[in-house]
């Protein structure tokens, strides 16, 4: 991929750009392989990667504003705190690139001020952008406080008449000066609030606050691979821990099977809960702490952030009378240490997914069976209603 931005050094997000993409994966698949690779008898099967388009391929645009409001950049801030505009970047697709325009006009004409991060002053901080498969988008405007939002209102006919595809907007306050892209304060400015995200024939709809992979494409590929492992061992019990919007629990619903899902976001609970009821899936979703649900089903699905699923969950799935787990994880390291604290599991099976090209990050799923039973069953679980 040739990228303007990163040749003239004005950008180094892509720190592997400057390697052949084949050597990228290559490097990625060896760190993978011996993080993965298991001490005593045979490693996982390391089934063939799932690669992806080295151009277009991201589904989010988080762009810093910095600037004037009549003349905003959208990108990231240079060392010195200063505004490096990447409109053009090549990671995003066509349809990214004619919406950010109009994006920057906009800020213009509704006269939101960028936050200036040396004096602290300023209000629109980000724009948070996602594209749906369909080509429909998702904006949030990540502003310091709400001192603007009326005027976003007054002027948001205008921008969704330009832009047609916007299909849902909000604002989020950010009021704290750190390095934390959003706040806990979300208003949704459309009369749709969840984004629906075609793949794989369902339909996942996904709120402003909720977490979804950033390659679509891949993200399909990793819940396909989730669903032909568990048709392959038939659970009766599924568990998804961390589901988010239900993207696992969804592709492994059906033929009988008991589904729960278990998120921290009450908002990408409400979205996993939509998706279920409109494609009739037999799913149940909860809002709770996913290290301290009780683990009672066949399958146990983890999908946790980059640090893993921690030492106190990994201790209660060793005792657990879970048969298989599937976990899938952006650090085969934190993976690893996850896999020491579970001496009864082992990796039978593994794929890479290079979710990031031309960034050191991927995403690594692996199929864990039994190498031993358990010390002991694991808790029963509560029962669950809608």
């Given at each position: 991929?040739?990228?303007?931005?990163?040749?003239?050094?004005r950008?180094?997000?892509?720190?592997?750009?400057?390697?052949?993409?084949?050597?990228?994966?290559?490097?990625?698949?060896?760190?993978?392989?011996?993080?993965?690779?298991?001490?005593?008898?045979?490693?996982?099967?390391?089934?063939?990667?799932v690669?992806?388009?080295?151009?277009?391929?991201?589904?989010?645009?988080?762009?810093?504003?910095?600037?004037?409001?009549?003349?905003?950049t959208?990108?990231?801030?240079?060392?010195?705190?200063?505004?490096?505009?990447?409109?053009?970047c090549?990671?995003?697709?066509?349809?990214?690139?004619?919406?950010?325009?109009?994006?920057?006009?906009?800020?213009?004409?509704?006269?939101?001020?960028?936050?200036?991060?040396?004096?602290?002053?300023?209000?629109?901080?980000?724009?948070?952008?996602?594209?749906s498969?369909?080509?429909?988008?998702?904006?949030?405007?990540?502003?310091?406080?709400?001192?603007?939002?009326?005027?976003?209102?007054?002027?948001?006919?205008?921008?969704?008449?330009?832009?047609p595809?916007?299909?849902v907007?909000?604002?989020?306050?950010?009021?704290?000066?750190?390095?934390?892209?959003?706040?806990?304060?979300?208003?949704?400015?459309?009369?749709?609030?969840?984004?629906?995200?075609?793949l794989?024939?369902?339909t996942?709809?996904?709120?402003?606050?909720?977490?979804?992979?950033?390659?679509?494409?891949?993200?399909?590929?990793?819940?396909?691979?989730?669903?032909?492992?568990?048709?392959?061992?038939?659970?009766?019990?599924?568990?998804?821990?961390?589901?988010?919007?239900?993207?696992?629990?969804?592709?492994?619903?059906?033929?009988?099977?008991?589904?729960?899902?278990?998120?921290?976001?009450?908002?990408?609970?409400?979205?996993a809960?939509?998706?279920?009821?409109?494609?009739?899936?037999?799913?149940?979703?909860?809002?709770?702490?996913?290290?301290?649900?009780?683990?009672?089903?066949?399958?146990?699905?983890v999908?946790?952030?980059?640090?893993?699923?921690?030492?106190?969950?990994?201790?209660?799935?060793?005792?657990?009378?879970?048969?298989?787990?599937?976990?899938?994880?952006?650090?085969?390291?934190?993976?690893a240490?996850?896999?020491?604290?579970?001496?009864?599991?082992?990796?039978?099976?593994?794929?890479?997914?290079d979710?990031?090209?031309?960034?050191?990050?991927?995403?690594?799923?692996?199929?864990?069976?039994?190498?031993?039973?358990?010390?002991?069953?694991?808790?029963?679980?509560?029962?669950?209603?809608?």
């Amino acid at each position: 991929m040739q990228c303007s931005y990163f040749d003239a050094g004005r950008c180094r997000s892509c720190t592997e750009l400057d390697t052949a993409y084949d050597v990228q994966v290559r490097a990625k698949e060896d760190e993978c392989r011996a993080r993965l690779a298991v001490s005593t008898g045979p490693g996982p099967v390391w089934l063939p990667t799932v690669t992806s388009a080295e151009a277009g391929f991201r589904n989010k645009a988080k762009m810093v504003v910095a600037g004037t409001a009549a003349q905003p950049t959208l990108g990231i801030l240079d060392p010195r705190g200063g505004g490096v505009d990447l409109r053009s970047c090549p990671l995003y697709s066509p349809a990214v690139h004619a919406l950010l325009p109009l994006l920057a006009d906009f800020v213009g004409t509704a006269d939101l001020t960028p936050y200036d991060v040396a004096t602290r002053r300023g209000e629109l901080k980000h724009l948070l952008v996602t594209e749906s498969p369909d080509g429909e988008f998702l904006l949030r405007f990540v502003l310091r406080t709400s001192e603007s939002v009326l005027r976003i209102r007054k002027h948001l006919p205008g921008l969704l008449a330009a832009a047609p595809g916007l299909a849902v907007v909000s604002v989020n306050l950010q009021p704290e000066h750190k390095a934390v892209l959003e706040g806990e304060h979300e208003e949704v400015l459309t009369e749709r609030g969840t984004l629906p995200m075609r793949l794989n024939g369902l339909t996942l709809h996904l709120p402003p606050r909720s977490f979804f992979q950033t390659n679509t494409p891949l993200a399909a590929a990793l819940y396909r691979q989730a669903a032909a492992w568990a048709d392959a061992v038939a659970p009766t019990s599924v568990l998804d821990l961390y589901c988010g919007v239900g993207g696992f629990a969804l592709h492994l619903a059906g033929s009988g099977r008991r589904v729960i899902g278990v998120e921290a976001s009450a908002e990408a609970v409400a979205g996993a809960r939509a998706t279920a009821e409109e494609a009739g899936l037999d799913a149940e979703f909860v809002a709770g702490d996913a290290t301290a649900w009780p683990i009672d089903a066949d399958l146990v699905v983890v999908n946790p952030p980059r640090r893993g699923i921690g030492p106190e969950l990994a201790e209660r799935l060793d005792a657990s009378s879970a048969q298989t787990v599937v976990y899938s994880s952006c650090n085969a390291t934190s993976l690893a240490a996850d896999l020491a604290a579970m001496p009864s599991w082992r990796p039978v099976e593994a794929r890479l997914l290079d979710m990031f090209p031309h960034t050191r990050h991927y995403e690594v799923v692996a199929l864990l069976t039994r190498d031993q039973p358990p010390v002991s069953p694991g808790p029963e679980g509560p029962k669950v209603s809608s």
